[in-house]
């Protein structure tokens, strides 16, 4: 099946600093990339769709100063957490549309960040 | 508001048994239905897709059904080994507004002992 390609797979960082998760779509074009945070033991929450060369679409909620996208090309999306804080730690996880498998969403393997 | 629940949300079976895991949805105008396997600390495995038109869809050991009118599906796992232990999560994308988001269910965990 096709591949999504995540960027660290695990990060640690101190806080005050960014950091930049890629999230590539390997075999196929992805003009929709999203991103997702999750919680241990907690499902997945949606935090921001990206659109290929526009502006990405938040969810209620989640600061987009904070959380910058960048999806330059049809197969890289980037999620930079900038000024991280500790509560930032958690796992984060990109998805992109297959448009030519009828539409079936492909997950990356996740990256753990961990704030210090 | 589109709410997914998955029942059970934890479950322990022997090896060599049949076990359905269960999907609900509350707005039942979906585009599709997707069911994904988690396993500690990693991405999600797409496992089946359905479509809104379609019923069910198999793939060697598994079969996932819709009923979209009631807001259900089911995972149904054959003949269960140890490697089947995971989280299974379900998703469904669409609803009133046309919305292209999934919206994912809290996961069943499933362990199967040997």
């Known amino acids: 099946g096709a591949v999504v390609s995540q960027h660290p797979s695990w990060v640690i960082c101190k806080s005050g600093t960014s950091v930049k998760i890629e999230c590539r779509s390997l075999d196929f074009q992805a003009t929709t990339m999203f991103w997702y945070r999750q919680f241990p033991k907690q499902s997945l929450m949606l935090m921001a769709t990206?659109?290929?060369?526009?502006?990405?679409?938040?969810e209620q909620g989640v600061e987009k100063d904070k959380f910058l996208i960048n999806h330059a090309s049809l197969t890289l999306s980037t999620l930079t957490v900038t000024s991280a804080h500790p509560e930032d730690s958690s796992f984060y996880i990109c998805s992109a549309r297959d448009l030519g498998a009828g539409n079936t969403i492909y997950f990356g393997e996740g990256s753990w960040l961990t704030v210090v | 508001k589109q709410e997914v629940t998955q029942i059970p949300a934890a479950l322990s079976v022997p090896e060599g048994e049949n076990l359905v895991l269960n999907c609900s949805f509350t707005d039942s105008a979906i585009y599709n239905l997707q069911w994904f396997r988690q396993d500690p600390g990693k991405g999600l495995t797409s496992l089946l897709l359905i479509q809104s038109s379609q019923r069910e869809q198999t793939s060697g050991r598994l079969n996932a059904s819709l009923d979209k009118s009631s807001g259900r599906s089911t995972l149904y796992i054959a003949a269960s080994q140890p490697g089947d232990s995971a989280t299974y999560l379900c998703a469904v994308r669409g609803g009133r507004g046309g919305s292209e988001k999934l919206v994912f269910g809290k996961g069943t965990k499933l362990t199967v002992n040997p």
């Open positions: 990206s659109n290929e060369g526009s502006k990405a679409t938040y």
